[in-house]
Nanobody, 124 residues
Framework: QVQLVESGGGLVQPGGSLRLSCAASGSIFSINAMGWYRQAPGKQRELVAGITSGSNINYADSVKGRFTISRDNAKNTVYLQMNSLKPEDTAVYYC??????????????????WGQGTLVTVSS
């Protein structure tokens, strides 16, 4: 079973930091882009940060200078370091990956993966 498993959410005070992790597992041949999205109550899901296999990175304007995305291709893992957190960062954070799954015997196919979501709450 191919899946993304997230960890690292929780409750933090304004100005604090959290680090999210997301690991892809299963019969994965390759991963192109990986990223983090978030959805606050009553709002649409939005892109927070994305990173390609070639390490091209983009951030939402609201998190530039505070959040850092990185990935470990050997571990099929993407990270989101979040510093100087604000109450408006409160949301469920979702990991996303564009993958190619399968093998030579079974064949290959494109598969878009989403994590289960991890709640980040920024509050005093």
């Amino acid at each position: 079973q191919v899946q993304l498993v997230e960890s690292g959410g929780g409750l933090v005070q304004p100005g604090g930091s959290l680090r999210l992790s997301c690991a892809a597992s299963g019969s994965i041949f390759s991963i192109n882009a990986m990223g983090w999205y978030r959805q606050a109550p009553g709002k649409q899901r939005e892109l927070v940060a994305g990173i390609t296999s070639g390490s091209n990175i983009n951030y939402a304007d609201s998190v530039k200078g505070r959040f850092t995305i990185s990935r470990d291709n050997a571990k099929n893992t993407v990270y989101l370091q979040m510093n100087s957190l604000k109450p408006e960062d409160t949301a469920v954070y979702y990991c996303h990956a564009d993958t190619v799954t399968g093998n030579l015997k079974q064949g290959y196919k494109y598969l878009e993966l989403w994590g289960q979501g991890t709640l980040v709450t920024v509050s005093s």
